[in-house]
């Protein structure tokens, strides 16, 4: 790993870092992507860091092993998929605990990511897995750890942990971490200098879940909602995110349909109209045929609410976005999820789309 010649005086050093699993059942079995999960393994990593000064801060963060998505296989099996990220966890415990330079954690970060990557092979090769751990599997691994540095980074600094990523405490500019699209920006021209007073909280509608009372199959009987239709009263549902099978356009498009008529049934009893959905699809061909579903789907079966604001995915970064009603934008408006996205390959990240759905009249 590289030492850093240059050293800010607010750069930091790694003094512990920890990680441990926890393991949830889901109330009930959700589905994206075209496969059905019923439960999720969290891996949480507690660190802290010693500043210049002396004083030192200790940050948290915690992120789902979501094996199903980001490794996903037709040969191996969840239990296979999983016991490769948590392999995988472990090194990079032991690689990010190594690191003893001063510095910023998107520096950390920039130097671990070879290691990082180098770790994964290794995984491959030790449990002998029939196909090798995907980069973005890389990505999700890693991401509690870089997240709990930036926490560490801001406490240290009394400092939001996204203003803790700008000029003053920043010694490159984000050309140096992304591409020269960047060059001369820094983080914080993309930062809204105060947090929101309010955000909205998205329910999250698998591809199994029950629109309706008539839908439910088996309910679960503990005296909660069993459907959306009965969720959007129960708490006030303001925003919906979609997942979409993947697989099937017909589906998807039809899933879509079926979901705003029951929101716009059950948000109109409760006199709301300000709702939006988010769509989320683990394939991007089948996410772009799904975003034109305002030119490629029957009238009667179009969504009616001028209310799609993003759409998510895992798309190779030469992508196009799509044509339609439905238009997307990359950079200025796009950034990845992590400075690990420089190299070549699949990329997790989110188009936001300018234009929704007009209300059908």
């Not at 105060?194 to 199959?217: E, F, N």
């Not at 992508?319 to 934008?329: A, F, K, V, Y």
């Not at 950079?331 to 190299?343: D, F, G, H, V």
Request: charged letters at 25%; hydrophobic letters at 35%.
């Amino acid at each position: 790993m590289p030492a850093f010649l240059a050293v800010s005086s607010t750069d930091a050093r790694i003094e512990e870092l920890r990680t441990s699993f926890e393991d949830f059942r889901y109330r009930a079995p959700y589905k994206f992507g075209g496969k059905e999960v019923d439960r999720v393994t969290m891996l949480n990593v507690h660190c802290r860091l010693l500043g210049k000064s002396g004083k030192s801060a200790e940050g948290f963060a915690s992120m789902s092993m979501g094996n199903v998505w980001s490794f996903p296989s037709a040969k191996l099996t969840y239990d296979d998929t999983l016991a490769a990220m948590k392999s995988l966890a472990g090194k990079i415990e032991r690689i990010t605990r190594s690191f003893s330079e001063y510095a910023h954690p998107l520096d950390m970060n920039l130097a671990l990511e070879p290691e990082y990557l180098k770790a994964a092979a290794e995984t491959t090769r030790e449990l002998q897995l029939s196909e090798p751990v995907p980069k973005l599997c890389v990505l999700v691994t890693a991401s509690p750890v870089d997240a709990a540095l930036h926490d560490a980074f801001g406490r240290l600094h009394g400092r939001n942990s996204f203003s803790a990523c700008g000029r003053e405490f920043v010694r490159y500019d984000l050309a140096h971490y992304l591409n020269n699209e960047f060059r001369g920006e820094f983080l914080d021209s993309y930062v809204a200098p105060q947090a929101a007073p309010r955000v909205r909280m998205y329910h999250s509608v698998g591809a199994s879940d029950s629109l309706t009372p008539g839908d439910v199959k088996k309910a679960v009987g503990d005296g909660l909602p069993e459907s959306l239709e009965e969720w959007i009263p129960f708490n006030g549902v303001t925003a919906i995110k979609i997942k979409l099978n993947g697989n099937d356009l017909a589906w998807d498009v039809d899933r879509v349909a079926s979901i705003d008529r029951v929101t716009t049934g059950a948000q109109s009893k409760r006199g709301f109209r300000d709702w939006i959905y988010s769509l989320d699809s683990t394939n991007a061909a089948r996410m772009y045929s799904t975003c034109s579903i305002s030119n490629t789907s029957s009238r009667e079966k179009r969504p009616r609410h001028s209310s799609v604001c993003s759409i998510s995915s895992s798309l190779p970064p030469a992508t196009s976005p799509p044509t339609g009603r439905i238009r997307c934008s990359k950079p200025p408006n796009y950034a990845p999820w992590s400075s690990m996205n420089r190299s070549p390959g699949w990329t997790p990240c989110c188009w936001r789309v300018r234009w929704a759905i007009p209300e059908q009249r």
